[in-house]
């Protein structure tokens, strides 16, 4: 395959056939809303607004029952319910971690599963989604991309997970009570299962509705997309969603990310790097996160920060680094608290911020790396765990 030709996967989102029954609402852009209603006899003169109104019911109020949508002819709401539904991905299991860290395990369509991580902290509330059901990148050191692609989730299914992380913080506003400035749940980082960029037109719908100020309203600021380099795809984000952008860096050498992030043999650092300097100036981004975990005798030398520096020269930028999360079978080991230090005290010095991403969730098998690992081994019987490991 040429390494230039155009991005193809032959992944489904969606069945091809036309839906039966009851539309979903969630997920459908304000037009397609419009559309649908317009479709279900609304006349066009009133269709904007109607849009609008139950827009507000959906994303800003969190209501599911169209009796509720009070603004609403009973007639109307009749209607709607025939025609429509509002419907969420199911949860099927909720786990949380001794920091406080939430686990959710939900059920889309076709009975497929995907995991989604709610991150308290002190100044803010990150959730951590995911855009695809597996992962086809199979990086070399992360557990979930042991997993294999099933499809692409549905924008109905991304922004889902945002309402059902909501649902379970009970941060919907409650009509005629004060209005909280402090959110529970502030950020979206779409680094959960998959490669966002490869499901790019869902990806960037469901974030336009979370971005939608008579909605969920979150900042493009609030939102952070982690690819591990699909280059044609970054330039898009930069022009379409227009949110800050982490990259899976992780090596300072195509050598080694070759090994460590496969996708590097499509598009190396130089493509890689050219398309990051592109980044903040088409987007106003302030920065770009570079995430590198730090892998013992792999990629965490003094060399491998000095040519860190040298590589990100010119792009205003953050390097997270982030301590392996090891897992059974796992063919690499965490660098040292020292080594980690070392490493960020000379990025640190040539004037970056070089945080150390604290491991949350681990006990419950949420951290960086580990999405639906445990689930997956938990219903395998003991002969496939002992072929797995090579017994």
Not at 23 to 32: F, P, S, V, Y
Not at 93 to 117: C, F, M, N, P
Request: with cysteine; aromatic share 6%.
């Amino acid at each position: 395959m040429d390494a230039k030709a155009p991005i193809t996967q032959d992944v489904l989102t969606i069945s091809r056939k036309a839906p039966e029954g009851p539309q979903n609402l969630i997920g459908l852009c304000r037009d397609q809303m419009r559309d649908a209603l317009i479709a279900a006899g609304t006349a066009e003169k009133q269709a904007k607004m109607r849009a609008g109104q139950i827009w507000q019911w959906i994303y800003h109020w969190g209501i599911r029952d169209f009796d509720q949508m009070t603004n609403l002819s009973k007639d109307y709401r009749a209607m709607l319910a025939e025609t429509f539904v509002i419907e969420l991905p199911e949860v099927v299991t909720r786990q949380i971690s001794d920091d406080g860290t939430r686990k959710y395990l939900v059920r889309i369509a076709g009975g497929h599963e995907v995991e989604v991580v709610y991150i308290p902290e002190t100044d803010r509330g990150t959730l951590c989604i995911s855009s695809q059901v597996g992962c086809t990148l199979t990086c070399s050191f992360c557990h979930t991309g042991t997993q294999k692609l099933v499809r692409n989730l549905t924008a109905a299914e991304i922004v889902g997970q945002i309402m059902v992380a909501r649902d379970d913080l009970d941060e919907w506003p409650v009509p005629g009570a004060r209005r909280v400035e402090t959110r529970l749940l502030s950020n979206i980082v779409l680094m959960g299962m998959g490669e966002p960029l490869y499901n790019f037109e869902n990806v960037r719908d469901a974030m336009k509705i979370a971005m939608d100020p008579e909605g969920i309203s979150l900042s493009r600021r609030r939102i952070t997309l982690s690819t591990s380099g699909v280059v044609p795809e970054i330039a898009r984000t930069a022009e379409e969603i227009g949110c800050l952008l982490a990259v899976s860096f992780h090596a300072t050498t195509d050598e080694v990310r070759d090994r460590l992030v496969p996708i590097n043999k499509r598009w190396p650092l130089a493509e890689l790097l050219d398309a990051l300097r592109a980044y903040p100036k088409v987007s106003n981004s302030e920065r770009i996160t570079f995430e590198y975990v730090m892998l013992e005798g792999v990629n965490d030398s003094d060399a491998d920060a000095h040519r860190l520096i040298k590589l990100i020269d010119g792009i205003p930028a953050k390097i997270n680094l982030i301590p392996f999360n090891e897992w059974p079978g796992a063919p690499y080991k965490r660098s040292s608290n020292n080594r980690i230090r070392a490493f960020a005290d000379i990025i640190h010095r040539a004037g970056y911020a070089s945080p150390v991403r604290k491991p949350r969730g681990e006990d419950i098998m949420a951290a960086c790396g580990q999405l639906k690992s445990a689930t997956e081994r938990a219903r395998k019987s003991k002969a496939q765990i002992a072929r797995d490991a090579g017994l």
